[in-house]
């Protein structure tokens, strides 16, 4: 049943979130939302995902862009008890919280599932706390922290997190 449920909000997460970023490329006005128009996509054309290949990625200048990692506390049990309805809450609440900082999302991210951990000893499963990321553009760090204080993750488990950090343009 827990694999049911995941699969139902990671379905629903995945409509929402590519819902958002489409309207956000479409519109052409949202900083940071650049895609290379050359190859013909916009992030929901053809290639049928945002952030495909050969994407252009734009820095607003004045402002900086940051990649919150959302850290879930909950474990399979917890995540079996979450009724139809607080999952549809959840993603009615994460779909209010994204259109509400809308000028401030550069990616609205992903859930992030199957990962691997690649070392010089090779490449192996890994599981950690990891649950999703969302890419942001503020004018500073505190700005950026600030955006995700009342975002609903932090509230669906006990010891849920967010950590927000700064990722610098390349130099040049």
């Known amino acids: ?29 949202e900083p940071g939302a650049v895609w ?36 879930g506390a909950a474990d399979e049990a917890g995540k079996a008890d979450l009724t139809e309805q607080q999952q549809t809450e959840f993603i009615n609440a994460w779909a209010s919280w994204a259109q509400a900082n809308e000028k401030g999302i550069v990616d609205p991210g992903a859930p992030l599932n199957a990962k691997k951990l690649v070392t010089a000893q090779g490449v192996e499963d890994v599981t950690d706390s990891l649950t999703g990321y969302t890419i942001v553009e503020a004018g500073s760090h505190d ?11 932090l509230g669906l488990f006990a010891g849920n997190s967010i950590a927000v950090l700064e990722c610098p343009a390349p130099p040049g």
């Open 1 to 29: 049943m827990s694999s049911r449920i995941s699969q139902r909000m990671r379905r629903r997460w995945n409509q929402r979130t590519r819902a958002m970023a489409c309207s956000t490329t479409q519109s052409g006005t």
């Open 143 to 153: 700005e950026a922290v600030q955006i995700f204080s009342g975002h609903p993750h």
């Open 36 to 71: 290379d128009t050359a190859s013909g996509d916009d992030g929901c054309g053809a290639a049928g995902q945002a952030g495909g290949e050969g994407d252009t990625v734009q820095y607003d200048a004045g402002r900086g862009r940051f990649l919150a990692l959302f850290h």
